[in-house]
Every structure is written in structure tokens, then in C-alpha cells.
């Protein structure tokens, strides 16, 4: 058993201890129907997570997807505004390109210019917020100037769930099959694990940087109209602070900062902890200011556990010592 | 064994090196080389450490590009732009720094860059499993391919290197230092193997500091030294005695200032250091005005032992007596306010900070000296800075050059000025000359002599076999973390040097027959 | 082996070479420097705003604007060295919120003024002192570590506070943020400039300050150079804990309230405002007088832009555009000569 596979044990064990330690006091939480609303509110966390995941396999870090997302959604929401009548299909495609784009700009400003992700998207992260302000002149966009369809499909029930939930669920199918199963996926990991090493086995660090944050910007754009339209209202401070959730996620479902180690399921279950514990606080009636402090404790409780696990072993000379390991 | 050296000669060479000049920023690496394989032949490339080995390596598989000269595969002239490009010509390569990821499997670890497709163009897991398997069980290597590399000891990680070299269709395959880390069970399942690979027509080139091997396998040799060629020619027409010579090519006693010393007074003595993993069992003192020499082969455990003896790592037991009192060293400042400094091998991430000045660089260790009450004073750093930088003849644009900017040899007498200045009372110089040209190499041999006259005794590691024999007083000779012998006088020559480090038990003769 | 006997000649023969100290005077390398191109930028941001606003030239208006920068600006001087050093504190906002909230629940339990001070200094110390442990003791990577207390620390606040607030601070208590030394120089603007001196002269004049430039360049080689690499690292995270605790006093008194919100995302404009002053983000370089013409410049674009009534979210998209482009343009411009 690897450690990786067991640290995902944990967390799923530790999901389940909190939840039926909820369970002993308020049943109602554990039911179907409820799990599958946590599962839904967790979605738009999920799908940043996987594509915050996909950045930080590559020793970088994106800091600007919550004001990518609130820059989509202001896009689509102004868009539904002005055209009524344009279809959600074309609204999810314009969602993607516009945060594809701009994941793009963060990417190249890594590849091409080489210059810290931490400070490019720092920057673009302040920029992203302007230009909604830009765009919408400080206004709302609220639920009452949305068409039907617009804030409509996302809560279409699909078998219980609603369909946000299902785009979580194929996000993360589509996600595991990219990071296992295709060329792309591997070298991701090869770029953050040993990017010397990447580059004897002709991966290009730098373009594999690229493709990161592109994914990660387009995902951001897909979670930005979907939380738009299930929130049915658009303003600039739209998630502001969610970057930190995202990253929180990732570090707790066992993404290392140094790269080259995390995983599709470890980022869910990441993200489904944090689910839990913010829409539990209310249930059992701790006050949700708590949920912030908790999260932070738990980042650091990843990153310590994750630092124990993953320690690099040293240079091994003696013979005798090999054989004792 | 005669069968094949009998094809030797008969056909025209795969690959070809032809005038190949390879400059780094100080250095020439590499001085219009050439190098022929052969089809079904391995080939020995001899060199000691700096002669340009793993330059060549480096440009046969397309890391770096070179300034000058040709490669030729089949006559025809090719160039290797990136890794990619040498994969695709058939030329692969097992590194000597095992370049692999310890996060991915080993199959993806064989198979990264070129792992079997299978519907819509994904990986076919199974089928990359089945042919890691495959490969795995064709060199012996009983490892699962599902496992993370970071699960697999040091032995078997190297044979997953292998398995990745083999997994390409390679007509050229470089070894480079193969069975440096390997047990003898293990060594011999890859000689098997290097004889299936000749037996398929592949062309070899063996990178090999072990002689035995080298007479085991080698059907061809090709000697290197400071970046030039030396030699060339088939095994059966040569010796041990005749490629060590062309190795070192100066008969020692000539090129080295040493300086008869008067050896004085005990001044370290090291009873018993140990580490779990790197070393055990390290016993020896130290004299007054005394150079001695620590011999081995790359990996054999002297730097390790050396940081240990610093601070940097802790031994798990062991002491050290300073002018015959114990002391504690549980760190480098500790050391540096003891009188024992480490001059460590790597100028560039131990040695120098590279982005900083010449002087602040000289001063770091012995800020106490230069300051006032903790504030810095500009003008004593640079006095400092420049008694001790004159004495090595520094060449430098001014004190206040980045290091960066020096070319290595000037790097090295920083680095060497930066721990003299705190008046030690023992040195330890980790090849303190590898990599810098022969002007400044003279140089740092000059002043480690007049360093021993003064009376400060030193320890020179060294893995140059006429940097070792010309200027110590008396060598140790470490192998796989132990001390295997202790020489002077007579006995130490090239031969039982070569011999304690290798660990050969028996003859050449044998070897060869 | 004629090469090789040439080893003596250059000591015997030639002598020592003399080599000068410095090729250049230590003015004619400030001319050339990345702050002196900064103080062109802030000169020009200067005059335009003289020219743009008839208000700006103000005496007292421009002494109120420099609370756009003053506490970010302490926050910043230890955050250069950290930065320099090779780590970052992300949770520097967060030690505010919770130093405020402490001294706020103290003024609660009835203490004056300097019992407050020294709250928020001691609750700064320790926040800082957490995190260094956490980053030296346990080798944690800085930036994870300070994005978790960066959620902690807020949150115990939000935990104690909830949606409310401290209010009714001493009057006293108000001298801080609010108070003058003399004529219009504020308390701020006075520590603020006490403050630039100190860090100026502990980071270029002490020994102190080359191990922190020697930590950040290569702590490989500075380890081997004898210098306590954890040791330094964990001053400067007590120092950095410090300067939050500094201004939480500051701004707490400015504001005369705690709401656990309190000066959330100031992380961000202080680490655009190191990096700004040309603190190199991966660490080795960086002047304190590039910190504060970085404050300087960012505090007059925050102000000339509030004359003229362009709203705080628009200005951060100038600040942002200028830390990526500050960057950007030298690396773009290299890159464009090269092809």
C-alpha cells in the first residue's frame, strides 16, 4: 500500500467519522437528501480544487481563480441581461473560453516571461476584480434581470441531484482520465516531481506550467457561471477570499506546494471536508463564524501530516544499512 | 567471450563523435573529441573525474547542444536539438544521477513519453504494465511495475533506469557508471545483461571507474583527459597499467609543489564515527602541518563523512578530540568557532553565494571579526577580503565582482580565501580542484602545501589519483561508508589506491583471462 | 609538462595583483538601481496629481494621505526581509485582526492604554512566533503555513467577535492613528519614518542583515558558512509578527473599532508593495529604500486617483498592473533584444 493511497483512506475515514459523529446528534443531516445538498453546495469547490490541484502539481499556485470566476459570471450575467434569449449552452461555452483565456494570460506570463506564479497571479487576481468593476460600473446584476433558463439549468434535478452537482461529478471523471490515463496528465506530475528529470525525458517545463493554469482558468470560468446563476446575483465581490478554500482544499486532500504529488480523488475528499464542516456548523448549531478558524487548523494539520509522510529519504552508502530498510 | 571479440573492427561504427568542443562559462568540458561505437560492441570510456565523461553523455542524448564538431550516425551528420530527438535517432542513455520521478510508477516511470496508446488515445495502463513487466523480467529485476518509485531502494531504482533505456528501440545504449550502486549478485546480472544487448546488435558505451568490469565487458576503450582525447583502441591490445597511465598522463612527482613539512603534534583525532545510512567505523588523527589524503570512488561516503564531522549531519556515535580535548560539534558555526573548517565539492550550492560580492562572500564566515558590536564595517571587510584573496592570486575585475561572474578556478580561491579567514586550525578541502582549469589548479596546489608548511594540517578529498599521490603525506582510502585501507610511503601507488577503492581482490591477469 | 610548470609564475614573477575594492562609486551603482527608476515613477506620479487636482497640493491633505500606506508600509520593512530571506507571511492581515480583537476584549476587561499597546504587540509576537516555529521546526513550506494561520488567526477572531464589534476605545488610545508629533506629521507617518531607518540600517549595515541577504541567496552555502539558518529565519518571523502587532495598534486606533474584517487582503498590498520596491520574490535582493518609494508610490496613486474620484477598485487594478508590469517590462525588453 502506498502512503498516498492510505493518506486518502484517512481523509475519507476522517469524512466519515465527522459525519456520524453529527449523525449521533442530528440524524437529518446524514440523510440522502441532504448529503446530495452538501454535495451540490460543495460542487463549485470541487471543480476549482481539481483545477487548482493541476497548478500546484507543477510547483506553481493560482491565486486568481476566485476573481476569474466572478469576472465569468459577471460576463454571463450581463450577457443574459443584453441577450435574453441566448442560449445556456452558448453561455457555458463563452464561460469557458473567458476563463480559459485568462488562466492562458497567467500562463504565459509564467512560461514566456518566467516570472513567480505567486506574483502573476497576486497581480491578475487584483486585475480580474477591476475589470468587473470596469464592466459592470459597480452595479449588481440581480436575480430578477436573469432570464429562467439562466439561473434555471444549474438547479435542474437529474435522479435528486441538481445538475451542478452532475457537471461536478463529469468534471472529476474528466479530470481523473486526464491525470491517469493521457500523456498530458503524467507530465504534469513529471514536471513538479523533477523538472531536471522532466527535461531529460523531453517534457517542456514551461509549457506544461502553461497548460496548467489554462485548466485551471477554464474550469474557473465554468464554476464562475454556475455560481453565478445558482446564487442569482452577480456583483464584484462575488467569492471574494474562495482562492484560499481552493488551495485550503487541495493542501487537505494531500497536494503537496513542492509539486508533483496530489490526486483527483484526494482534491474531493479535500473539498468534501470542508463541504461538511461549513454546511454541518449551522446543523449542529455552532455559530458558521467558527468554520474559518477550522479550516485553517486544517491546513495546517494537512500540511504537517502530508511534510511527516512524504519526508525524502537520504543517501543510502552502507550496504548493511539497504538491506536492514 | 572470444567469439565476440573476434567481430571487433570488422564493421563501421553507429554513432561517431568527430571534433566535438563543449565550453562552459571557465571551462573547456570538452576539446574536439571523437568516439566511435560499433554495432554489438561495448565500448570503455575511461576518464577521471573532470576528463569529460558525462559532457559526452550529455551531448549524445541531447541535453546540451555543442559548440563545435559533428555527430554522425551511419556516416551522416545529425544534430540532437533536445532528449527527444536522440530517443527518436535510437540513442538512449541510463544516467548516473538517476534521472527518474519518485511520485509516478515504475511502468510510467519506463514509459514516460512514450507509454502505449490504446482507445481515444489514452494510456493503455495494462498494456504499459504488461511490457513494463515484460522488460522488467528481461533484465532480472523482480519489481512490480505498479508500485511508486519512491517505495524502491537505490539498487532497484537503477534497474527501472535500465528498463527505461531498453524500452525504446535503441540502437546506441550509454551506461554511465551502472553499477555504482549495486550489490555483486546484482553486477553480474548486468554484465548478463550487457551481453543480450550486444548479442541484439546494440552498440554500447560503458562509463566505468572499475577496472574489472571494465576488462570484463569492454570490447573497446576510449580514454579521455581534461576534456581532450586521449586514445583509442581495442581491449585485447591493452592493460590495466596502460590505461591508468593514459588516464593520468604525467608521471606524479613532476607537476606537484609539495613541499616537505614538518609534521608535527596530533592535532585531530576521530575515534569511531557513525551514521545509520552513510558511513561507520571511521577511525584516524591528524597532524600538525600534515595533508592527508581521503581516496574513493564517487559516492564512497568522504563528503558525507566530512559534513558529518562539521555538524551538518549528526553521527549516530563517535567523537572527535580537538589538541587533545573532546569537543561537540553539533553545527558549522560550531565548527568555524572550533578551528575546523570544510571547504565543501560543490562551489555553486554549498561553496559560494554566487549572486553575492567577491568580498561579502570572503567575509561571511568571519563576520565577527569585521564588525562592531553586530554592525557591519565595510572597510575591514574588504582588508580582510583582500589579504586573503591576494594570497591566492585572485583574478577579479574588483572585490566587489559578483562571484557568479569568476570563471571556476577564481570561484574556488573565494571560496578557499572565505574559510581560511577564519584561521583555522584544520582545513578539509573537498576536491578542492575538480572542475577548474589547470592555471588555478596549480595554484590551489601551491598554497595547500605552503598552508601545510605554516603548520595548518589538512585533509584533501580528492578522487585524482595524482592530485592524491602528489601532494599527501598519507591517504585513506574509504569504500561503501568504511575505511579499507590507510597508505603511505611505499604503498601507496596508483595501483593499490585503485585497488582498496574498487575493492578488487584479485589480480588484473585473472580479471582479463 | 611544460603547461604545467607555468604554477609559480604568476605569484613570483608578476606579484599580487591589485585589485580595486569597488569599480564603481557606491552613488554611480544607486544612479543605475531599480529605486531610482521607482523614485522617476513616483516624481511623475507626484506631478501628476499636482497637475490633475488643485486639492492635492495640500499640506494637510497629503499628510492624511499618507495613511493610505503608513502601516502597510511597517507591515512591509519586516516582510522585505522575510521575502529576502526566502519566505513569506501571508497572514500578516489575519495578526491584526486577532492582535485588534485582543486588545479590544482587554479594553473590555477595563485596561488603559498602554496594557493595549502592549496586547497587540505581545498577541503580533506570538502569532509570528507560531508561524516561525511552524516553518523552522517543522521545515513546512512558509506559504502554506501562513495561508492556514492566515485562516486561523482571522477566524478565532470571527469566532470571539461574530458580526459584531469592539467599540469605545480610551480617548487616548486614539493618539496613535489619529494623533500629530508636530505640525502635520502624523504619529504614523513619525514611526513609519523611525521605522525605515531601523530596518534600513539592520538590513544594509549590520551582520544580521548579510546573513538574511546570505539565507535568502543560498541557504546551502550559508548553513556552511556557519550561520544559525533557523535562527534567522525565526527572528524575522517574530519581527514580521511584530510589525503586524504595530499596526493593528495603529489602525485599531485609527478606526476606534475591531470588526473581525479588519484590514482584510492587506497581505496582498503589502506583498505588491516589497515586490514593487524591487525585493526579488524568490528571494537575495531587495533595499529597504525600494520599500519605501514603493509605499510612497502606491499611496500617491490611491490618493491622486481618490481626487479625482476613480474608486478604490479601479486603483487596484493600476497596482496590480504594476507589480506584473514592473516585472514583466525588464524581462519583456531583455528577451525582445535577444531575438
Not at chain 2, 355 to 372: A, E, R, Y
Request: hydrophobic fraction near 50%; charge should be neutral; aromatic fraction near 8%.
Amino acid at each position: 500500500m502506498s502512503l498516498l493511497k492510505s493518506r486518502e483512506a484517512i481523509l475519507g475515514a476522517a469524512i466519515v467519522a465527522l459525519l456520524v459523529l453529527i449523525a449521533t446528534r442530528f440524524p437529518a443531516f446524514v440523510e440522502p437528501k441532504n448529503l446530495l445538498e452538501v454535495f451540490n453546495d460543495t460542487s463549485p469547490l470541487i471543480i476549482l480544487a481539481l483545477g487548482q490541484m493541476v497548478v500546484i502539481l507543477t510547483r506553481c499556485i493560482d491565486l486568481s481563480v476566485a476573481a476569474n470566476l466572478a469576472l465569468t459570471g459577471m460576463v454571463c450575467a450581463m450577457l443574459n441581461v443584453a441577450w435574453p434569449g441566448m442560449p445556456i449552452g452558448v453561455i457555458m461555452v463563452i464561460a469557458l473560453a473567458c476563463g480559459a483565456l485568462m488562466g492562458a494570460v497567467n500562463g504565459l506570463l509564467v512560461w514566456k516571461l518566467d516570472i513567480p506564479p505567486i506574483v502573476v497571479t497576486l497581480g491578475t487576481m487584483t486585475i480580474y476584480r477591476g475589470i468587473i468593476f470596469l464592466l459592470s460600473g459597480g452595479a449588481w446584476v440581480n436575480s430578477h434581470e436573469m432570464s429562467r433558463a439562466f439561473t434555471g439549468v444549474p438547479r435542474t434535478q437529474i435522479l435528486g441531484l441538481p445538475l451542478l452537482g452532475w457537471i461536478a461529478i463529469v468534471v472529476a471523471l474528466i479530470m481523473a482520465v486526464v491525470m491517469s490515463r493521457t500523456p498530458m496528465g503524467r507530465s504534469f506530475y513529471a514536471t513538479g516531481n523533477n523538472p531536471h528529470a522532466a527535461v531529460y525525458t523531453g517534457i517542456d517545463v514551461g509549457r506544461s506550467q502553461f497548460l496548467a493554469f489554462t485548466i485551471s482558468g477554464t474550469l474557473a470560468g465554468l464554476a464562475g457561471y454556475l455560481w453565478i446563476s445558482r446564487y442569482a446575483v452577480a456583483y464584484v465581490d462575488i467569492a471574494g477570499g474562495f482562492e484560499l478554500d481552493v488551495v485550503a482544499a487541495c493542501v487537505i486532500g494531500g497536494a503537496s506546494i513542492a509539486g508533483g504529488v496530489g490526486t483527483v480523488v484526494g482534491t474531493i475528499l479535500g473539498a468534501l471536508f470542508l463541504g461538511v464542516i461549513k454546511n454541518a456548523l449551522p446543523v449542529i448549531d455552532i455559530s458558521p463564524f467558527w468554520q474559518m478558524a477550522i479550516s485553517g487548523a486544517a491546513i495546517l494539520v494537512a500540511v504537517t501530516f502530508n511534510s511527516r509522510s512524504g519526508r525524502a529519504r537520504g543517501r543510502v552508502i552502507l550496504k548493511s544499512a539497504e538491506h536492514a530498510q | 567471450m572470444d567469439d565476440t571479440r573476434s567481430k571487433a573492427g570488422a564493421e563501421h561504427p553507429v554513432l561517431a563523435l568527430d571534433g566535438i568542443t563543449k565550453t562552459f562559462p571557465g571551462v573547456k568540458a570538452l576539446d574536439g573529441v571523437k568516439l566511435a561505437l560499433y554495432p554489438g560492441e561495448v565500448t570503455a570510456l575511461i576518464g577521471e573525474n573532470g576528463a569529460g565523461k558525462s559532457t559526452v553523455v550529455k551531448t549524445l542524448t541531447g541535453i546540451y547542444q555543442p559548440d563545435g564538431g559533428q555527430i554522425l550516425m551511419d556516416g551522416q551528420p545529425v544534430a540532437f536539438p533536445t532528449a527527444q530527438a536522440a530517443q527518436d535517432h535510437g540513442v538512449t542513455a541510463i544516467h548516473q544521477e538517476t534521472v527518474l520521478f519518485d511520485e509516478l510508477s515504475v511502468a510510467e516511470n519506463i514509459f514516460l513519453g512514450h507509454a502505449p496508446r490504446g482507445r481515444f488515445g489514452l494510456i493503455d495502463t495494462a498494456a504499459m504494465k504488461a511490457r513494463a513487466r515484460a522488460l522488467l523480467d528481461g533484465i532480472g529485476a523482480q519489481i512490480d511495475p505498479g508500485v511508486k518509485l519512491k517505495d524502491l531502494g537505490i539498487a532497484s531504482r537503477h534497474l527501472v533506469a535500465i528498463a527505461r533505456a531498453l524500452s525504446v528501440e535503441a540502437r546506441v545504449v550509454i551506461m554511465d557508471e551502472p553499477t555504482a550502486a549495486l550489490s555483486q549478485k546484482e553486477i553480474e546480472e548486468l554484465y548478463e545483461l550487457v551481453d543480450t544487448l550486444k548479442a541484439q546488435g546494440k552498440a554500447i558505451l560503458f562509463i566505468s571507474h572499475k577496472f574489472d568490469e571494465i576488462f570484463r565487458i569492454a570490447d573497446r576503450w576510449a580514454v579521455f583527459r581534461d576534456g581532450q582525447f586521449v586514445g583509442q583502441g581495442l581491449m585485447r591490445d591493452v592493460d590495466e597499467g596502460d590505461l591508468v597511465r593514459m588516464m593520468v598522463g604525467r608521471s606524479v612527482d613532476q607537476i606537484f609543489p609539495k613541499r616537505a613539512a614538518r609534521i608535527g603534534e596530533e592535532v585531530l583525532k576521530v575515534v569511531g564515527y557513525a551514521h545509520p545510512t552513510e558511513f561507520e567505523d571511521i577511525n584516524f588523527t591528524l597532524r600538525r602541518g600534515e595533508i592527508l589524503g581521503f581516496y574513493g570512488l564517487v559516492g564512497a561516503g568522504r563528503s558525507e563523512f566530512m559534513q558529518s564531522l562539521i555538524g551538518i549531519t549528526r553521527p549516530s556515535k563517535g567523537a572527535v578530540k580537538l589538541d587533545g580535548k573532546i569537543k561537540v560539534i553539533r553545527s558549522p558555526a560550531e565548527a568555524i568557532s572550533a578551528g575546523i573548517v570544510y571547504v565543501p565539492e560543490d562551489r555553486g550550492k554549498q561553496g559560494a553565494i554566487l549572486d553575492m560580492p567577491i568580498f561579502q562572500n570572503v567575509t561571511l564566515p568571519s563576520l565577527g571579526q569585521t564588525s562592531k558590536r553586530g554592525f557591519t564595517r565595510m572597510a575591514e571587510e574588504f582588508a580582510l577580503a583582500r589579504h586573503y584573496t591576494e594570497r591566492l592570486d585572485l583574478r577579479a575585475a574588483s572585490l566587489d565582482t559578483r562571484v557568479g561572474a569568476l570563471s571556476g578556478g577564481n570561484q574556488q580561491k573565494v571560496v578557499i580565501a572565505k574559510w581560511l579567514a577564519t584561521q583555522p586550525k584544520v582545513i578539509i578541502l573537498d576536491e578542492p580542484t575538480k572542475g577548474i582549469d589547470i592555471g588555478s589548479k596549480a595554484a590551489v596546489h601551491d598554497f595547500m602545501s605552503e598552508l601545510a608548511a605554516e603548520g595548518l594540517s589538512v585533509i584533501m578529498v580528492s578522487s585524482e589519483i595524482p592530485e592524491i599521490l602528489g601532494m599527501s603525506d598519507r591517504v585513506i582510502v574509504m569504500r561503501e561508508g568504511r575505511i579499507a585501507a590507510e597508505l603511505e610511503g611505499d604503498a601507496l601507488t596508483p595501483e593499490t589506491l585503485v585497488r582498496h577503492a574498487a575493492g578488487i581482490t584479485h589480480t588484473p591477469s585473472e580479471a582479463a583471462a | 609538462m611544460s603547461t604545467l610548470s607555468t604554477n609559480h609564475a604568476p605569484r613570483d614573477s608578476a606579484g599580487p595583483r591589485k585589485i580595486p575594492d569597488q569599480l564603481s562609486s557606491p552613488a554611480t551603482k544607486a544612479l543605475k538601481s531599480w529605486e531610482s527608476l521607482l523614485l522617476l515613477v513616483a516624481v511623475a506620479i507626484f506631478l501628476m496629481n499636482a497637475l490633475a487636482s488643485p486639492y492635492f497640493l495640500d499640506a494637510w491633505n497629503l499628510s492624511d494621505a499618507t495613511y493610505n500606506f503608513t502601516e502597510k508600509a511597517m507591515i512591509a520593512f519586516a516582510m522585505a526581509l522575510l521575502i529576502i530571506a526566502g519566505e513569506i507571511d501571508l497572514s500578516v492581515a489575519s495578526i491584526i485582526a486577532l492582535a485588534s480583537t485582543a486588545m479590544g476584549l482587554m479594553m473590555q476587561a477595563g485596561f488603559g492604554t498602554p496594557a493595549l499597546v502592549a496586547t497587540g504587540l505581545v498577541v503580533g509576537l506570538l502569532c509570528g512566533a507560531f508561524n516561525g516555529l511552524l516553518v523552522t521546526r517543522l521545515g513546512l513550506p512558509s506559504i502554506v503555513v501562513t495561508i492556514g494561520t492566515m485562516s486561523l488567526f482571522r477566524g478565532i477572531s470571527y469566532i470571539v467577535l461574530g458580526d459584531g464589534a469592539f467599540r469605545g476605545y480610551p480617548a487616548d488610545f486614539a493618539f496613535f492613528g489619529q494623533g500629530y508629533v508636530f505640525w502635520v506629521f502624523t504619529f504614523e507617518f513619525v514611526l513609519f519614518a523611525v521605522l525605515a531607518v531601523i530596518y534600513a540600517v539592520v538590513l544594509h549595515r549590520t551582520n544580521f542583515g548579510r546573513a538574511v541577504y546570505a539565507v535568502g541567496n543560498n541557504a546551502t552555502a550559508a548553513l556552511f558558512s556557519g550561520i544559525r539558518v533557523g535562527r534567522v529565519k525565526m527572528i524575522l518571523f517574530l519581527l514580521t509578527g511584530l510589525m503586524s502587532g504595530i499596526a493593528a495598534v495603529c489602525l485599531t486606533s485609527r478606526l476606534g473599532s475591531t470588526r473581525p474584517s479588519i484590514g482584510t487582503g492587506m497581505e496582498l498590498e503589502v506583498v505588491t508593495m516589497v515586490v514593487l520596491g524591487g525585493v526579488n520574490i524568490l528571494g537575495g535582493s531587495g533595499s529597504i529604500a525600494g520599500v519605501v518609494i514603493a509605499a510612497f508610490v502606491m499611496g500617491l496613486v490611491t490618493f491622486g486617483l481618490g481626487l479625482l474620484n476613480v474608486p478604490g477598485i479601479v486603483m487596484s487594478i493600476f497596482i496590480g498592473l504594476l507589480l506584473i508590469g514592473v516585472i514583466a517590462l525588464p524581462r519583456l525588453w531583455k528577451k525582445l533584444r535577444r531575438a
